[in-house]
């Protein structure tokens, strides 16, 4: 992509960011975009080699979603859950080659079944998972544990600020609970707000 149209996507994108930021404040847990730095942590656990099949949840305006697509070996398969109509419709304009699933991230394994796909490698989200009811979070963590392959990865992100608090904390537990390795990696300061990846591991993906 040159250097114009990429300006041009980031300002598109920061446009349909603000939109749905404005639209639906009690959903949206980032204050911007991600940044290229969050991005490459959050898909480390992306395969490189041979077709792998990945899921995004929540991809917004496409930051993660691009970096996803960087890593993925010719053959595989890129997806994306997105509850937006306004950003679905960005993302099926701005980004035509992501296969975009309009719904709600706790049908994961229906929207998925939809596309003819039962397991993935990898499920990459940017949710802002202390926005929601422990119920809803516990229905998408289950959602995401029954379609991951046992080599299967997911990484997820919380923002530094967020940390400490209590419903933070909560979410940590829930997470410990449904994967048997929860990693963190080191504070991604270059991020607004900085922010940090979760890397959770099925039992069998240890070798």
Do not use: K
């Amino acid at each position: 992509m040159s250097r114009m149209n990429e300006t041009v996507q980031q300002v598109s994108d920061l446009r349909a960011f603000a939109g749905v930021a404005l639209r639906r404040q009690g959903v949206v847990g980032a204050v911007a975009p991600s940044s290229r730095s969050l991005a490459q942590a959050l898909t480390a656990v992306v395969p490189t080699t041979g077709p792998a099949v990945v899921v995004e949840l929540g991809p917004g305006t496409g930051a993660i979603s691009e970096a996803i697509r960087e890593r993925l070996a010719p053959g595989s398969r890129q997806l994306a859950v997105e509850i937006d109509p306004g950003m679905v419709a960005h993302l099926r304009r701005a980004r035509p080659w992501l296969d975009v699933l309009q719904g709600d991230a706790a049908r994961l394994g229906a929207l998925l079944d939809e596309r003819g796909v039962s397991r993935v490698d990898a499920v990459v989200s940017t949710l802002p998972w202390t926005l929601f009811p422990e119920d809803v979070q516990e229905s998408i963590l289950g959602e995401v544990g029954r379609v991951l392959l046992p080599t299967g990865a997911f990484t997820t992100v919380t923002y530094l600020p967020a940390v400490p608090l209590a419903r933070a904390r909560r979410f940590r537990r829930r997470l410990r609970a449904a994967f048997d390795e929860v990693l963190a990696t080191g504070p991604v300061w270059r991020n607004v707000p900085p922010g940090l990846a979760y890397v959770c591991r099925r039992p069998d993906s240890r070798g």
